[in-house]
């Protein structure tokens, strides 16, 4: 791996093109929205979303942008509400992205159009977890049973989104059965009747938060755990950006970089 590709903008504008465009992203745990109305938003590899319990209990994840001029629905990390108001011109939607209403003077022109509705991504829910896709081909990931879930850690951490994986991964091998990675964006790991999700969430190149999904076991304990990791990603990143590079890596890491620079190759054969 180039450390370049972990400290400038051009690679993470080609892993938008050839990973997050394509693959099932993690978006949230189905716990963080329970009841109907509860959402949250985030911006995960370039692509800006909320994620949203339905009237109908179905979750959907919508992409957070109206359809008149592309601004924001929603403007807060998370919360509770009946429709999505644009705040910029009022274009206003249901919980399935349905448009509803708006201003006469900035209204559609067709109002039962399905180009006036927000844009849905793909979903499915797998083990109390949340997934989306843009246009991604390949199956969903299997996580395996996951005890109840408990709460949710956020960590926002000043690395590029690859060094997090990075120190996640470490010097494990494939076949653990107390550690499992799905590619490109989720670790799970199983310390008795606990089971830990760890989302890594890309925002920007030099910018990643880090959601720990605790899955029966106490979130109190996790807290530490997460600032640990925080300063672990801030230094690797440190050195990333003084172009040192690990020297190690176990089975689960050279896996990651293989995959990383097939996708690159792709991108740049397609360019």
């Known amino acids: 791996m180039d450390p370049r590709d972990y400290c400038q903008g051009d690679a993470f504008q080609a892993e938008k093109r050839g990973i997050f465009s394509s693959e099932w992203l993690p978006a949230c745990a189905e716990g963080q929205i329970v009841s109907p109305g509860a959402f949250l938003t985030a911006t995960v590899g370039g692509w800006s979303l909320v994620a949203v319990r339905g009237k109908d209990q179905v ?142 969430v890309p925002h920007t190149f030099l910018r990643t938060r880090l959601l720990t999904h605790v899955f029966g076991g106490s979130i109190d304990e996790q807290s530490a755990m997460a600032a640990s990791i925080k300063q672990a990603c801030e230094r690797l990143q440190a050195d990333r950006a003084a172009g040192r590079m690990s020297e190690g890596a176990g089975g689960l890491l050279a896996g990651f970089h293989r995959r990383l620079d097939a996708a690159y190759a792709e991108v740049r054969a397609a360019t």
Request: with cysteine.
């Open 59 to 200: 979750v959907r994840v919508l992409r957070n942008n109206c359809r008149h001029q592309n601004m924001p629905v929603a403007g807060v990390p998370a919360g509770q509400c009946e429709t999505f108001r644009c705040r910029f011109h009022g274009w206003t939607y249901d919980l399935a992205g349905k448009f509803l209403s708006a201003p006469p003077q900035v209204a559609p022109a067709d109002p039962h159009s399905p180009q006036v509705n927000l844009v849905p991504f793909a979903v499915t829910c797998e083990a109390g977890m949340v997934f989306f896709t843009v246009v991604g081909t390949t199956a969903p990931p299997r996580l395996g049973a996951l005890p109840a879930y408990a709460g949710t850690v956020a960590t926002e951490i000043a690395c590029n989104w690859k060094t997090c994986v990075e120190h996640l991964l470490g010097d494990r091998d494939e076949g653990s059965p107390d550690f499992t990675w799905h590619w490109p964006l989720l670790a799970v790991r199983r310390a008795g009747s606990a089971a830990i999700v760890e989302q890594i």
